[in-house]
């Protein structure tokens, strides 16, 4: 992938969920555009990987985003380290999801980390963002929150939920001038297919690519691309707006990419 103009020189992000496949790619996008990066995860090893291949611009906060004690802290360390917040990047979440079978306790665990925890940390971070004059928060949807797949109701529920929370916030944080949009990536390359597929993309690829018109699953940086230009003045104009990094994936129907009606006069 192309390297960014360095656009986000001075502003400071910080990353729930940095530590993924997809987070990892997230914040070297915004690193690569010229921006602090705080990420915030309970993944300890993967982070501080991550840390140690950047320039000291990337720096790891162990945040549990479900603690709001642990959020406060987060938001006051990343100030201390970086001196302002800019940027916030809701990616973190969980895969909990045994569809009807799932109990409350599952509902609730699920909803507290893919919805609740991305509200708050919104809430902690705005005074800040405000007083820099505004910035930019992404949260992550999905594909799952417009189609439905067998068995899962947890996840697709939630991620639904943030898309239209991204709405909502979009509308409230308008007057501080923080623009709020989210992302749903279709099948990315990620930690759960590496480990599903035996880490075998080829493979991972053909059983996407009758799902996806670009034939393929997405790299991680690809959608690392996409959010540092929803953060940056590029996207000064969007706000309000869902992003499908999903190779097609929503725009396709059940006729799939082939001609459907001439098969009725087979």
Not at 15 to 26: E, N, P, R, W
Not at 65 to 89: K, N, P, Q, W, Y
Request: glycine share 10%; net charge negative.
């Amino acid at each position: 992938m192309k390297s960014h103009p360095p656009d986000l020189v001075g502003k400071t992000a910080i990353v729930t969920g940095g530590s993924t496949k997809i987070g990892h790619s997230v914040v070297t996008a915004l690193h690569d555009a010229g921006a602090n990066v705080v990420i915030a995860d309970i993944d300890e090893v993967g982070a501080k990987q991550i840390v140690a291949n950047t320039d000291g611009h990337v720096a790891y906060i162990n945040t549990d985003i479900t603690d709001e004690e642990a959020i406060t802290r987060c938001v006051s360390t990343t100030l201390g380290t970086f001196g302002s917040i800019d940027l916030l990047v809701n990616l973190a979440c969980s895969y909990l999801d045994e569809g009807s079978s799932s109990t409350r306790s599952q509902w609730l665990s699920a909803l507290n980390v893919n919805l609740v925890s991305a509200a708050l940390f919104a809430e902690a971070v705005r005074p800040h963002i405000a007083a820099r004059g505004g910035g930019a928060i992404v949260n992550f949807g999905s594909i799952s929150a417009k189609a439905a797949q067998t068995g899962r109701w947890l996840y697709p529920a939630s991620k639904a939920a943030i898309v239209q929370l991204s709405r909502s916030m979009a509308m409230d944080y308008a007057a501080d001038r923080i623009r709020v949009n989210s992302v749903s990536p279709g099948w990315i390359w990620s930690k759960v297919m590496d480990e599903l597929s035996g880490s075998d993309r080829a493979k991972t690829d053909r059983v996407a690519e009758s799902f996806h018109l670009l034939g393929r699953v997405g790299d991680p940086a690809e959608v690392g691309e996409v959010v540092t230009f929803l953060c940056s003045d590029r996207a000064s104009f969007v706000t309000g707006a869902d992003w499908a990094v999903d190779g097609g994936y929503s725009a396709m129907g059940p006729e799939q990419a082939v001609p459907a009606i001439p098969k009725l006069a087979e």
